[in-house]
């Protein structure tokens, strides 16, 4: 069974995860890690914390000498910040002026009645998305076990509020990581930033989209045998458990609607004697199963909810109207929202692809998935009699 969990507040003494279920021997680079979760504190339209934090991942199990053990995996990231927040925040005698005023669009209110708390404090220190530093590292170390099948994932920025670059079927991973935005496209990128700065100057905030693909993908990976089994339900499910994420479509989504059935289809045709498709409109899943296709998803992110000039609100004890609180925050965090779908995407697929190859030790699971292949290239092949 792959499994992983997170656990840690904001502001208070660390972040720590733990995930089961990898093969034994699987070579972690540490210093990836480490380069992946600077790369989530990046990107044009960030806030002051993300020059207080400098993450970096701590192992405390599952590992030795850079090898996977094959036991749960316990790691940690400490929150530079704590220190600055230690009266508030000590899981011992923290204490402090309660906050009241939740914001619309937040965990605050529905968090505080849910759990019975009087300080909004207790629910949104969870709700943040300094939480997804950990899912971020958790998902580059599934991106290791990934790519040793030979399964990589990247993503770009599609969308920043109303900036929108056009579609783009293959695109270079460095033009991505140099863009300030995460744009390949130069034009869209200067305008997505002039955009950012006029939230900014307005005290607003911009949400947009993001595109994540997955290449390398086996034939095969989840099943039409059970609702919650089929592909494209785990990979949905796993980003929009994700903070500010609105909407998923895989493929051509929403745009389907409007499609007769010829146009939304891809065609079965032969390049000698290879099977091949003359389009992905279904985004690289079909029945709930990858069908060999690039998976394209496209992740809808709301802007997020806290804002300079805050949005009206109430205050939950005084009974009064009041404006929302008003926290330390980002005005457009889809660039970094992008990474962290990355990294969800790599969780949602690490179970599947190890339901389907199994194996104690990655040299087993590599094993498993090379007589995979194997006997599906001569599933149709002519038996000697003919039959």
């Known amino acids: 069974m792959f499994r992983y969990l997170t656990a840690g507040e904001s502001h208070g003494p660390a972040l720590v995860g733990i995930l089961e279920g990898l093969p034994a021997q699987l070579h972690l680079d540490v210093e990836r890690i480490d380069a992946t979760l600077g790369r989530r504190q990046g990107g044009y339209g960030r806030g002051k914390r993300m020059k207080i934090e400098l993450d970096q991942v701590e192992f405390l199990a599952g590992l030795r000498g850079s090898y996977t053990l094959g036991s749960p995996l316990a790691v940690m990231i400490r929150n530079r910040d704590y220190k600055n927040n230690r009266d508030l925040m000590d899981p011992i005698t923290g204490a402090g002026k309660p906050l009241t005023n939740p914001r619309p669009g937040h965990a605050d209110y529905a968090g505080a009645l849910k759990y019975r708390q009087r300080d909004l404090r207790n629910v949104l220190e969870l709700a943040s998305a300094r939480e997804t530093a950990m899912r971020v590292c958790l998902g580059e170390i599934c991106a290791q076990f990934l790519e040793a099948l030979g399964i990589t994932t990247r993503s770009y920025v599609h969308r920043i509020g109303p900036v929108e670059v056009g579609d783009i079927e293959d695109f270079s991973q460095e033009d991505v990581e140099r863009s300030d935005v995460r744009c390949p496209d130069p034009k869209a990128e200067r305008a997505m930033i002039e955009a950012i700065d006029k939230a900014k100057e307005a005290g607003d905030t911009l949400g947009g989209q ?128 992008a990474i962290v779908g990355e990294a969800m995407v790599r969780l949602a697929l690490a179970g599947p692809v190890l339901e389907k190859y199994g194996g104690d030790s990655i040299e087993e699971t590599l094993d498993n998935l090379q007589r995979s292949n194997a006997a599906a290239s001569v599933l149709f092949d002519r038996s000697p009699t003919g039959a």
Do not use: W
């Open 210 to 337: 993001y595109i994540v693909r997955v290449d390398g993908m086996p034939v095969g990976i989840g099943s039409n045998r059970q609702p919650d089994t089929r592909l494209d339900g785990v990979l949905a499910g796993a980003l929009m458990g994700m903070q500010t994420v609105k909407a998923v479509e895989v493929g051509l989504g929403a745009d389907v609607a409007s499609r007769s059935g010829s146009a939304a289809h891809d065609s079965f045709s032969l390049n000698e004697a290879q099977v091949v498709r003359t389009s992905n409109r279904a985004g690289g899943i079909e029945g709930g199963m990858s069908n060999g296709q690039p998976i394209v998803l496209r992740v809808s992110v709301k802007p997020i909810p806290t804002l300079v000039k805050p949005l009206p609100s109430v205050n939950l004890q005084e009974k009064t109207v009041a404006p929302a609180t008003v926290v330390r925050s980002d005005v457009c965090v889809v660039p970094a929202a």
